[in-house]
């Protein structure tokens, strides 16, 4: 049985798979699965903390992790998922600055920690490598604007119905259509950036309007 933090071996072929890799020549791959540290991670698992200097990067290997700010009040506002594939932390390695988010297990994942040193290396001797990650920044850079221009401008039953949407389209569906995430109301409300109690109110009028099913945690959009 595998044990919370433990090491676990991600073989070279696995770490080929991801898409920001795939540019790579045969030897920088190599350099990465040599220096790289994989870890499995069970549910409420902190990564990195907001505010902690980071070292190196993390692949995703599987699972799902929010990133979230936190508040002056302490209220999370949770920026995006990062899920199988993803690279996050990689910013603050670059800019060497501390953490700017957080990034919570919500379930159960492995992750390779790749130290600074090796990414450094990549964007130094890989060009594509590099303008990859160029792109990967402006599409995050692009989701926060439109963030801040949602939180502005539309109400909160638009940006609840949005987030309902992005989430169908992020995880995979069961047979019977329902989002295969599991949620708390806290953490919805945290997506939309409301409280909790008009989350729980906007999802009972979606589902007497017969726009969603609620099954427990589970939501599944009609």
């Known amino acids: 049985m ?4 433990q090491e676990i071996e991600i073989s070279l072929h696995e770490l080929q798979q991801h898409e920001i890799f795939r540019g790579l ?3 920088q791959i190599a350099r990465v699965s040599q220096t790289m540290v994989c ?3 069970k549910k409420g698992s902190i990564i990195y903390n907001e ?3 980071i070292n190196g990067s ?3 290997n599987s699972g799902v992790l929010k990133i979230y ?3 002056f009040d302490g209220k999370e ?3 995006r998922f990062a899920r199988k594939g993803d690279l996050i932390a990689f910013r603050s390695v670059i800019s060497e600055e501390l953490a700017c988010t957080t990034a919570e297990v919500i379930q159960e994942t492995t992750t390779c920690y790749i130290p600074g040193e090796t990414l450094t290396g990549l964007i130094k001797g890989n060009p594509e490598f590099a303008m990859d990650l160029m792109k990967l920044t402006c599409r995050e850079l692009g989701e926060s604007n439109k963030f801040l221009t949602d939180i502005a401008q539309k109400t ?3 940006r609840l119905a949005e987030v309902l949407l992005l989430l169908m389209d992020t995880f995979e569906l069961d047979e019977e259509g329902t989002i295969q995430i599991s949620l708390t109301r806290e953490e919805l409300a945290n997506m939309v950036g409301t409280a909790t109690e008009s989350v729980i109110r906007l999802l009972s009028e979606f589902k007497a309007d017969k726009m969603i099913e609620l099954q427990g945690r589970k939501i599944k959009l009609l």
């Open 2 to 5: 595998k044990k919370e933090g």
């Open 25 to 27: 020549t045969g030897e």
């Open 39 to 41: 870890n499995l991670f």
């Open 51 to 53: 505010g902690s200097r």
């Open 58 to 60: 993390y692949i995703i």
């Open 69 to 71: 700010k936190t508040g």
């Open 77 to 79: 506002q949770i920026i």
């Open 156 to 158: 909160v039953r638009e």
